[in-house]
């Protein structure tokens, strides 16, 4: 398969709506989490066995491996358990600068306003995984719960008859309270509702297929979560000084998880579309998961385009809202000063997006389907809630009293207003 060069002028309505209208996948397969996410809500314990039977083909014996994570830990290869440090501390780190402090100041004579910040008591994670090893991501979901303070963090993964111990350590390491061996729907049901081994949670969040995505979808009410995320995306903005086997790189490797991923590059010179689509060709067939990447570079919403003009092309990568935003050019600030909607974005030739995905120290949980419009990825915000703190004097009650009274009065609220004449006068009485 060869990757073609299409111009960006002539995309079709058939073109754009797949490209700006992705979504996970998630609507044709409702009815069934429905019933799975019920099931688990009814009979707890008994329906997480017979699923994780019947989807995963393992029999689980304990539900709770939390004592497993830690064993793994001790067993690591000494250089593994370094890289897994190492990126929990990154990640620490840049989450730690995001707490937010309380305050209050005088807005005006007598009046004392402001905001303090707690954190949620039980969230649940969810961490892809099974045989396969996703160690970020039990770091990303983990550990800005931690730093946010929450009290009680739960993880679900995958089982497997031999679960991946690289994936149990990082989730020691990032510090989760407990651990379950369950995956799909059924865990993101155990966790909204509880079950005789899992604790229940007030907030859900992190990355998994589309019948994790759909259970979110269904519990969505009953318990908080973070978005509902699709297929891995990226859009990579380049200028005719890109070097285009490093573009061809982050779509390859952005292609590599999934072949519903979305992989773009956007460029206003001829010559780098032209040499992009090549590298992408030569790359893909030096790569083990080469079918996969071919999928995705496939996908409708994937390929390599020639804008008019880099302002083209910026409004082309607005307008589409990536995950992941790569932005390799001569002047990245000024075209990312013109950009706001994206997950996350990976300046210059030297920050490629798997940076991000593993320690730079930045969360690779970011929204999709262009989520980015209106919401940013995971943070120690995600676990903490605010609470706004005033006190009057009674000068300050009095100075905004006709206020507030005036607005009580015309809502038809008279005890409203009446609760503040009364006080008012309590005062004027006491001189």
Known sequence: MTVDVRELADLGP??????????????????????????????????????????????????????????AYDDLEDDVREA????????????????????????GPGRELGRRFRPIERVGVYVPGGSAAYPSSAIMGVVPAVVAGVDHVAVVTPPADELNPVMLAAIHVAGADAVYSVGGAQAIAGLAYGTESITRVQKIVGPG?????????????????????????????????????????ELVAQAEHDPNASVVAVTDDADTADAVAAAVDEQTEAREREDVIRGALD?????????????????????????????????????????????????????????????????????????????????????????????????????????????ADAEGLEAHAESVRRRIEDSENDV
Not at 39 to 51: K, L, N, P, T
């Open 14 to 71: 058939a073109d754009r709506t797949a490209f700006f209208d992705r979504d996970a996948g998630i609507d044709a397969i409702s009815d069934d989490v429905r019933e799975i996410v019920d099931r688990v809500h009814e009979e707890g314990d008994v329906a997480v066995r017979e699923f994780t039977s019947e989807f995963d083909d393992v029999e689980l014996g304990n539900i709770e491996i939390t004592d497993a994570c830690e064993r």
């Open 84 to 107: 897994i440090e190492t990126a929990a501390d990154n990640v620490r780190e840049f989450h730690e600068a995001q707490l937010p402090e309380d305050w209050r100041r005088e807005f």
């Open 209 to 249: 297929n589309k019948w994790v995505t759909a259970a979110k979808a269904a519990v969505r009410g009953d318990v908080e979560i973070d978005f509902l995320a699709g297929p891995s995306e990226v859009v990579v903005v380049a200028d005719e000084t890109a070097d285009s086997d490093l573009v061809a790189a």
């Open 299 to 407: 996908n409708d919403a994937s390929g390599v385009l020639l804008a008019r003009s880099m302002s083209e092309a910026i409004l082309f990568t607005e307008e589409y809202a990536p995950e992941h935003l790569s932005i390799i050019a001569d002047d990245e600030e000024s075209i990312l000063e013109r950009i706001d909607s994206a997950g996350s974005v990976f300046l210059g030739p030297n920050t490629p997006v798997a940076a991000g995905d593993y320690a730079s120290g930045t969360n690779h949980v970011l929204p999709t389907n262009g989520g980015a419009r209106v919401t940013g990825g995971l943070s120690v915000e995600t676990f903490l809630r605010s609470t706004t703190v005033q006190r009057l004097s009674a000068t300050g009650l009095a100075d905004i009293g006709d206020t507030i009274t005036a607005l």
